[in-house]
């Protein structure tokens, strides 16, 4: 969802140009077109594991977690922006990976 109301105040509280931030299987963004965030499989790939993580553990109940969570480790060491991170970093390694495979000579 482009110029999503509630990314923009993550936007915000974050001081970020641009943010994505999943509610249930909505990624929600602001400061960044559609176009432009698919573009980016890294940040693709983070959003989507909040995605999972929101099935996994239900709405209601990831919300609190990630909130509680928040609380006591900081956003930043947050465990689930962590495994989101993780997500992202691995993609990135596999897009480097094509990326050289795609340089290199066949033969």
């Known amino acids: ?4 109301p509630f990314a923009r ?3 915000w509280v974050l001081k970020s140009t641009n943010v994505a931030m999943v509610l249930g299987k909505t990624i929600h963004l602001s400061g960044v077109s559609k176009e432009l965030f698919l573009q980016n499989r890294s940040w ?3 959003e989507l594991c909040h995605v999972r993580q ?3 553990n239900g709405h209601v ?4 977690l990630y909130f509680v969570e928040s ?3 900081g956003y930043y060491n947050n465990k689930y922006e962590v495994e989101a991170r993780l ?3 691995k993609e990135a390694y596999l897009v480097t990976l094509e990326s050289e495979s795609a340089a ?4």
């Open 71 to 73: 609380l006591r480790v």
């Open 87 to 89: 997500a992202g970093t």
């Open 9 to 11: 105040i993550a936007r």
């Open 54 to 56: 929101f099935q996994d």
């Open 104 to 107: 290199s000579p066949k033969g």
């Open 61 to 64: 109940r990831f919300l609190w």
């Open 44 to 46: 693709v790939a983070h």
């Open 1 to 4: 969802m482009e110029k999503s």
